[in-house]
C-alpha cells in the first residue's frame, strides 16, 4: 500500500471543502443554541466568534502552508510545540470533531423527519447511522469524487438558505407583527433584533453562545488537515481559507437576522429543543408555501450531509496521521493501493462518530465539541507562535488573540463539560507516555 497522498486540490475545491463544513450544522441548528444561551446577544456571537475563528484560521493556513502534510495541529504540534501536546491536538480533535459530526448526523435526521411530521429521537438516531455509514462508503472513494459531492451540496445549501432569507422578507407577517398577536412565538421588537441589551443580555452568556457558535466556523480546518492533498498549498491555503471565512460570517448573519425578525431569540432556542429543525419551523410558521418549505429543508438535510461527509473526511486524515506517528496502531497508517484513501482510519473515525451519535442528544454531542475543539485551536495558535519569521505570513498578535480566545471561552462553558473536554486531554497525555516505544517520526 501506498503511504502518500495526492495532490488533487485546488482553491475552488478547497473553498467547497470548508463551505460544506461549515455552512451546515451551526446555521440549521447551533443559531438557536447560541440564542438559548445570549438571546438576542446571539448576534453579536457571531461577530466574536467569527473573529475570533478568523485569528485562528489564519493561523492555521500560515501552518499548513509551512507544513503541508496530513493531520492539522497534530502534526503542527509536534514540528512546532511537543509531541505531547501534538498527541493533546490529535486526541481533543477526534474528540471534537466526532461529536460535530454526531450532531450534523442528527441535525440531518431531525429536518428530514419534522418534514413529514416524525419528532421521536430514536428514529433520529436510527436514520443518522443509516446516513452515517453512507458517508463512511463514499469517504472511501477518495478525495476526487468526495470534492464533486462536496460542490454540488454546497450549491444546494446556498439555495435554501436564499429561499428562507426570501420567504422572511418578502411575508407581509414579518412587517406586520401586530396583527398577529394570537401567535405562539409572537415576533421581536426591533430593539431585539438589533441585539440590544437587555433581560439576560449579559457578558458570559455572550461568551459562551460565542463558544458555541465558533465550533461551527472551524470548518475551515478541513482545508488544512487535507494539506497533503492540496495543490501548491502554500498559495492555495491561504486564499481558500480567507474566502470561506468572509462568506460564512457573512451568511450566519444573514440567516441569524432573518429569523430573529420572525421569532423572539427565546423561541428560536425552543424551537431549536422541540424540533431540532428550526429554520423549518419558522418557516411553517409564517405560511411559506411547501415548496419552498421543502427547499428549505432539502437545503438543512444536504448541508449537514456535507458537514459529515467532510468531517468524516478531515477526522480520517488525522487518525492517519496518529497511525503514523505510532499514537495510534500502525494499522491505521495504511492508505489504498490507488493513494486516495486510509480506510482503516476511516473505519475507525467513523465508528467513533456512532458511538457518540447513539447518545441521540444534540445539546450535548455539541457542547462536547465546544470544549475541544478550543482546546484544539488553541495549541493550533500556540504552534503558529512559534512559526519561524521566514515561514510568517500574519502578524504574531493574531495568534495571541486566537490562542487567549480559545482558552478564555473554553471555562465559560457548563462545568460538566469543561470537566470532561480536560479529561480528554489528561487522556491523551497518558496515551502519548504509554505508547512512547513505538511511536516514530515520519519523514517531514
Known sequence: MNATLK??????????????????????????????????????AIVLAGGLALCNALSSAQLAAAHPVAGGTYEYGHQYLTPALGAVAGVTFLVAKSASAAT?????????????????????????IIVLLGVMSLVLEGMRRTTVVNTIIVGVTLMGLVAFVAAVLFQPWTWLPAEYDDLPYPPPTFGQVLGVPGDGFWLL???????????????????????????????????????????????????????LLVVEPKALAALTQETAAPLEAIAKQIGTPAPVTLLIAVAAITAMFGVLLNLVFGLSRVALAMGRRGHLPSVFAKVDATGTAPAPAILLVTAIIAVLLALGSIQHAWSLSAVTVLIYYGLTNAAALRLPRKDRRFPRALAWIGLLGCFGLSFTLEPVYVLVGFGFVAASLVLHVATAKGRKKPAD
Not at 21 to 34: D, H, I
Not at 242 to 253: D, E, G, H, P, W
Open 205 to 259: 452568556a455572550v461568551a459562551q453562545a460565542t463558544a458555541l457558535i465558533f465550533v461551527a466556523y472551524t470548518g475551515y480546518g478541513r482545508i488544512a488537515t487535507c494539506a497533503e492533498e492540496v495543490r501548491e498549498p502554500a498559495r492555495t491555503i491561504p486564499r481558500a481559507v480567507l474566502v470561506t471565512m468572509a462568506a460564512t460570517i457573512s451568511m450566519y448573519l444573514v440567516v441569524c437576522v432573518a429569523a
Open 104 to 128: 450534523a448526523a442528527l441535525g440531518l435526521a431531525a429536518y428530514g423527519l419534522s418534514w413529514l411530521g416524525v419528532n421521536e429521537p430514536g428514529f433520529r438516531i436510527g436514520i443518522g
Open 7 to 44: 495532490r488533487e486540490l485546488g482553491v475552488p475545491g478547497a473553498v467547497a471543502l470548508g463551505l460544506g463544513s461549515m455552512v451546515g450544522t451551526g446555521v440549521f441548528v447551533a443559531l438557536g443554541l447560541g440564542a438559548g444561551v445570549a438571546g438576542a446577544g446571539v448576534l453579536l
